[in-house]
């Protein structure tokens, strides 16, 4: 995960105008600056962010964000052909590693999912291909001014949610989707003002 940053600007860190939910805090302005919003067509990695975003529910991202290495580690890397024949034995291993969300139902989900995404991955070619149909294979690029304006969810992350959901996913919601589509550059929704949503835009 973490693709490199297009266009990097000369503009330095201090005087770059962001999205103001980053905040200050190194981790989440490095995420910011260098991940939210890059379009990802990689198929595990799309299946990371969905589970992640799915134990975000209830949390703040930003807890989630600061053991993202862990999960990878007590994850097997997010590859979803071993999560997908993680046992009862694994799930009981996992409810007492700390450096995770200790979550039942949503670990659980998160094997279900694998499980899911392998036959999506079967039947459309690639998890990328499915995902990026919802918005006709391109980003949805908007143009807010303010955090007010940000949708909580809209008509194409509540049809992904849909669909997903009958495909046997869960924690897959249409507030959910809808952020997992902010991350992986289905939609730019960065703020006008801020730097990356120039250097996010499709080249005319």
């Given at each position: 995960?973490?693709?490199?940053?297009?266009?990097?600007?000369?503009?330095?860190?201090?005087?770059?105008?962001?999205?103001?939910?980053?905040?200050?805090?190194?981790?989440?302005?490095?995420?910011?600056?260098?991940e939210w919003g890059v379009p990802e067509h990689d198929?595990?990695?799309?299946?990371?962010?969905?589970?992640?975003?799915?134990?975000?529910?209830?949390?703040?991202?930003?807890?989630?964000?600061?053991?993202?290495?862990?999960?990878?580690?007590?994850?097997?890397?997010?590859?979803?052909e071993k999560i997908a024949r993680w046992n009862k034995?694994?799930?009981?291993?996992?409810?007492?590693?700390?450096?995770?969300?200790?979550?039942?139902?949503?670990?659980?989900?998160?094997?279900?999912?694998?499980?899911?995404?392998?036959?999506?991955?079967?039947?459309?070619?690639?998890?990328?291909?499915?995902?990026?149909?919802?918005?006709?294979?391109?980003?949805?690029?908007?143009?807010?001014?303010?955090?007010?304006?940000l949708p909580a969810e809209t008509k194409e992350s509540?049809?992904?949610?849909?669909?997903?959901?009958?495909?046997?996913?869960?924690?897959?919601?249409?507030?959910?989707?809808?952020?997992?589509?902010?991350?992986?550059?289905?939609?730019?929704?960065?703020?006008?003002?801020?730097?990356?949503?120039?250097?996010?835009?499709?080249?005319?």
């Amino acid at each position: 995960m973490g693709p490199a940053v297009a266009g990097q600007s000369v503009v330095t860190a201090a005087a770059r105008n962001r999205c103001p939910w980053c905040g200050d805090d190194p981790t989440y302005v490095a995420y910011h600056d260098h991940e939210w919003g890059v379009p990802e067509h990689d198929d595990c990695a799309l299946f990371e962010k969905l589970v992640l975003d799915g134990f975000q529910a209830g949390l703040s991202w930003i807890i989630v964000l600061r053991k993202r290495d862990n999960f990878r580690r007590a994850f097997d890397g997010f590859a979803p052909e071993k999560i997908a024949r993680w046992n009862k034995r694994k799930v009981e291993s996992l409810m007492k590693d700390a450096g995770i969300v200790r979550n039942r139902a949503k670990i659980e989900a998160t094997i279900g999912n694998a499980r899911s995404f392998l036959a999506v991955r079967e039947q459309h070619g690639g998890f990328d291909r499915y995902l990026w149909g919802f918005t006709d294979g391109g980003t949805i690029v908007n143009r807010w001014r303010s955090m007010k304006e940000l949708p909580a969810e809209t008509k194409e992350s509540r049809a992904m949610s849909k669909d997903l959901q009958q495909r046997g996913f869960r924690f897959v919601g249409p507030t959910i989707c809808y952020a997992f589509m902010q991350a992986v550059g289905m939609v730019n929704d960065h703020l006008i003002d801020c730097f990356r949503h120039r250097e996010l835009a499709p080249k005319r």
